[in-house]
Nanobody, 122 residues
Framework: QVQLVESGGGLVQAGGSLRLSCAAS????????MAWFRQAPGKEREFLAV????????WYADSVKGRFTISRDNGQNTVYLQMNSLKPEDTAVYYC???????????????WGQGTQVTVSS
């Protein structure tokens, strides 16, 4: 059983940056592809980015491509989401997720964190 804990959310002005972290425990971190999602009030959960177990392969949703960067440190059992040029529409609860396969992490994660709130003011 893998436990995921996100951190790094907060309040930021439009145009600013934040880096989210997701610490994993309870499993072998390098066995899992990792992904980030978000959910805004009244909206469905949205896929943002996925990274392979090695970190070599990544994939992004068009809505964040060029602004957000996913990375991982297998030695620290942590995945990151660097968010730049933030917009008010990026306001949401951000979640990390895990699956043993790259597409699985994007479409059907097995494990989810509890989420961290990101609020972008205009």
């Amino acid at each position: 059983q893998v436990q995921l804990v996100e951190s790094g959310g907060g309040l930021v002005q439009a145009g600013g940056s934040l880096r989210l972290s997701c610490a994993a425990s309870g499993g072998t971190f390098s066995d899992y592809a990792m992904a980030w999602f978000r959910q805004a009030p009244g909206k469905e959960r949205e896929f943002l980015a996925v990274i392979s177990w090695s970190g070599v392969s990544t994939w992004y949703a068009d809505s964040v491509k060029g602004r957000f960067t996913i990375s991982r440190d297998n030695g620290q059992n942590t995945v990151y989401l660097q968010m730049n040029s933030l917009k008010p529409e990026d306001t949401a609860v951000y979640y990390c997720a895990a699956h043993s396969t790259f597409p699985g992490a994007q479409y059907r994660p097995d494990y989810w964190g509890q989420g961290t709130q990101v609020t972008v003011s205009s």
